[in-house]
């Protein structure tokens, strides 16, 4: 054929002109200059549309397949080797036991399927039994997937003896060779050396500045604990915290009158709305009652918990805003008053979250149905927010604790490894990671506000709350600060306000700083006075300020949501508020920092920046007829309500507020207790 006539490419054109004579073949060419200059100019754009939405979605596909090819890898590779269990002999040598695993789900389907037919009477039982099923087939998968390891014994280990030089390992109730080892390690100088930053513990010489602990490791022994009285406090309080008491009653009472019962209040309506459906305003309150010492008030809620208190509901809940609010709730209210009931309700819920870790990957899904146990990525996509994965740790690895079963701590520490695993951009995370191949949305934000905030908030308690035993939380929490000094710290003009801003895409810097960042001095407070390096407090100082800033720089006194920061030579004024952000929702992040900050310096100072704030709460989101509402616009010179009283406003806002305004630092001992996300207190462990 190296004679044929070498057609051009061509196409038939089906327009009204051809159809009266033969069909001719038209070159691209010809047919292109026919065009009108708007039809060529919206094939262009397709083009270019189609070869902008290749260079984002191949990289996914190719990523998805890899991860799919090692997973089928892995698959084979436990098909060829029989498992192996280690345990260890009274001598405490190992040895291996063959043992002979289920394999349900060989299709690689772990989603449990209900029985195709229920009679109507027995609905309720079988939809139990299908939940189950669920979590005990998610159970006999998970310790599949996991590496053997030594289990820690679950209840909390007596420190009765520790290191000479203060190091980071206690040592007690230990068989007689393991303790001699590390004792051994210790004459040898190999423990402790983590936390010594060769740095001088004095930041600045000022007075208020905070020691660090003589033993950097706080002595951490929660047998030494001493029980607090909480309900006796009449006489012990400052003439501040009357007033926050005050202010909690109030909304309390307005609450109970209007909303008893039901999730969210709406003070100028005097209405009441549903998110969760377990009576959210109650639960998220309970340990602020026991902190205030409001006995009576504490009685209904007890009351309403033990009679009321449901979570068998056929309704979608967020696992990390009820892990957060509710779980960490009930946990901490038990920690305090030692009362099975906030267990008991405790372990409920948590079975019924379980689900959410049934994923294709080891990010957990979002969200889960509390009746059928069925478990999903948010409606609005595929994505699962980075800190909600993530900031659910320290109320799992509490519940394994507390009921002495191993199944939560090791469902959401295989979320940490993986997520730990993962590239990142000096210890710098997208906001977004999804739960089908477990993998970062890498062109999205990196922030300390939303989406991002409580990521690492958590690296450092985790670190803390596990007695500073897993310091891949610590490390990955010191390389985090180093990317923040390095692509997020900025100073604005003309005030040179130290605040963090965002990268966009992961790569475009933007002077936007979220009210939720305001966590971080208070955090990075903590990690100084926990042994990490000085010029983290330092951060925290100038950050402290700024977040002041926010508040004593609006009419109101009272911080936007989101503040841009001036970069401009010239500019007047630091602050920019737009329109859409101005208002105030009554959130804490800022006096939740005022309280580590007095707790660890002890300057009065911060005390009074609380008190300006809460002066500001009083005059202009009080409502007359009972309650607080968040307000629409923070530079108006007289405020509009919002109609909403957040219920984290009890549960955290005024719990800080009064443990800021106080005195007595056994009050919640910082070296006995590590707060949540959601300012519910939970006990560190030795181990």
Not at 59 to 86: C, F, M, T, W, Y
Not at 167 to 195: A, W, Y
Not at 451 to 480: C, H, P, V
Request: aromatic share 10%; proline share 5%; glycine share 6%.
């Amino acid at each position: 054929m190296s004679g044929a006539k070498r057609d051009f490419l061509s196409i038939s054109l089906g327009f009204d002109d051809d159809q009266k004579e033969p069909r001719k073949r038209q070159s691209i060419w010809r047919v292109w200059k026919r065009l009108s200059s708007l039809q060529r100019s919206v094939i262009c754009l397709i083009i270019v549309l189609g070869g902008l939405s290749a260079l984002y979605i191949l990289p996914a596909i190719h990523h998805g397949n890899r991860l799919s090819g090692e997973d089928a890898k892995a698959n084979k590779e436990r098909r060829q080797a029989v498992d192996k269990v280690a345990v260890n002999d009274k001598n405490g040598h190992e040895f291996f036991q063959d043992k002979i695993m289920g394999r349900e789900n060989s299709n690689n389907n772990h989603q449990i399927q209900p029985p195709k037919e229920v009679p109507k009477r027995n609905k309720q039982e079988a939809l139990q039994r299908v939940a189950k099923q669920q979590i005990d087939e998610y159970n006999k998968r998970l310790q599949r997937q996991r590496r053997p390891v030594k289990k820690p014994p679950p209840q909390l280990k007596q420190v009765v003896d520790r290191p000479p030089n203060g190091g980071g390992e206690e040592v007690g109730l230990l068989p007689p060779d393991e303790k001699q080892e590390i004792l051994e390690r210790d004459e040898n100088g190999d423990i402790g050396k983590e936390d010594d930053n060769d740095k001088d513990d004095n930041v600045d010489g000022q007075l208020n500045q905070p020691e660090k602990a003589a033993d950097p490791d706080f002595n951490v022994d929660q047998h030494a604990v001493p029980p607090y009285d909480y309900f006796h406090q009449e006489g012990k309080r400052t003439d501040r915290q009357e007033a926050v008491v005050d202010a909690f009653r109030f909304a309390w009472n307005a609450y109970k009158k209007y909303a008893w019962g039901h999730d969210e209040f709406h003070p100028i309506t005097r209405t009441h709305s549903e998110w969760f459906g377990v009576g959210l305003t109650i639960v998220d309150s309970l340990d602020t009652l026991v902190i205030l010492g409001l006995k009576p008030e504490y009685d209904d809620a007890r009351e309403w918990v033990a009679n009321e208190l449901t979570f068998e509901k056929d309704k979608d809940v967020n696992l990390f805003e009820i892990t957060i609010r509710v779980l960490g709730g009930l946990l901490a209210t038990y920690h305090l008053t030692g009362d099975d009931l906030f267990k008991e309700k405790a372990v409920d819920l948590g079975n019924r979250l379980l689900p959410c870790f049934n994923s294709p990957s080891k990010v957990p899904f979002s969200d889960v149905n509390m009746m059928t146990s069925r478990a999903h990525a948010p409606r609005w996509g595929p994505d699962s927010s980075t800190s909600e994965v993530t900031t659910i740790q320290l109320e799992f690895r509490d519940l394994s604790r507390v009921t002495k079963d191993d199944k939560y701590e090791n469902a959401v520490m295989t979320v940490s490894e993986h997520i730990h695993s993962l590239p990142k951009k000096d210890g710098l995370v997208p906001i977004f990671v999804n739960a089908n191949t477990g993998s970062f949305r890498g062109t999205s934000t990196i922030t300390f506000g939303a989406r991002g905030d409580s990521y690492y908030e958590y690296l450092l308690k985790q670190w803390i709350q596990t007695g500073k035993t897993i310091n891949m939380f610590k490390d990955d929490f010191m390389e985090a600060i180093d990317g923040v000094k390095k692509h997020l710290l900025r100073e604005s003009s003309p005030s040179k306000l130290l605040y963090l801003g965002e990268l966009l895409g992961s790569r475009t810097f933007s002077p936007k700083m979220d009210h939720l960042v305001c966590y971080l001095p208070g955090t990075m407070a903590l990690g100084y006075k926990n042994g990490l390096p000085a010029d983290h407090f330092d951060i925290a100082k100038r950050l402290t300020e700024t977040c002041f800033q926010m508040y004593a720089r609006m009419p109101t006194k009272l911080s936007p949501e989101i503040v841009y920061f001036s970069q401009a030579a010239q500019s007047k004024e630091d602050l920019i508020v737009k329109a859409p952000d101005a208002h105030n929702l009554l959130r804490p992040e800022t006096v939740e920092s005022l309280f580590y900050m007095y707790r660890f310096t002890g300057d009065k100072k911060y005390q009074d920046m609380g008190w300006t704030i809460f002066q500001a709460f009083l005059k202009h989101t009080k409502v007359e007829n009972g309650g607080f509402s968040s307000i629409h616009n923070v530079k108006a010179a007289k405020a509009t309500f919002r109609d909403k009283l957040e219920s984290f406003f009890l549960a955290e806002t005024l719990k800080y507020l009064y443990l800021l305004f106080g005195d007595d630092s056994s009050l919640i001992p910082l070296d006995k207790f590590v707060f949540n996300s959601e300012a519910h207190p939970l006990p560190i462990y030795s181990s």
